[in-house]
């Protein structure tokens, strides 16, 4: 009975933690809230119909569909693909369907060959996009920093900031998010309004 109170309790905790963390960033499966506000209808129709299609052709092939955890983001017409796969064939033919089969501008594949994230490190994921999500709050330098223009995804304790922001707005995302404890790694995939 002992046993199972605490699974509950932690079921709860984790619960808890997961519903605080979807906040202005998400984890890659949708786009962010904040940005809804401010992207056009047009804009955000494109990007889900660019996931959709990519998705579908993820969801008819068994091996990928079975043997691999692929989360497939797309902000502003450009995919990011996280996520295990069981093989260097398996990533490759996932980011060629990418291509193939959507009209995304590029598609950036960081797959990479591992056994299937566990439910713990996809958790611990969530959290590091909540806490970079807060600790981006604060952030009014530059003054013209706009949080709908970009887009925070988590996978395997990488950062990978999307979007499209000034050189300064890319610096001062960058410098932020890169002190929080547990983060290994920041890509930076803007693309740069100047």
Known sequence: MAARARDLAVTL????????????????????????????????????RIRSAIMAELLSDEEL???????????????LLTGEVPDREAGQRMARLARDESDARHVFNELVIAQLSSVFSRTRDRMLVGRAATRLLPLDDPETLDRARFHIVAERQRLYLMGRVTREEAEAITEEVRRISGVREVVRLFEYLE
């Open 13 to 48: 905790v984790l619960g808890l933690a997961l519903g605080a963390c979807a906040g202005p960033t998400g984890n890659g499966d949708d786009n962010a809230a904040s940005a809804l506000e401010s992207r056009s209808l047009n804009e955000r129709l494109a990007d889900q």
């Open 65 to 79: 569909r079975h043997e691999s955890n692929i989360s497939v983001t797309v902000f502003d017409g450009i995919v």
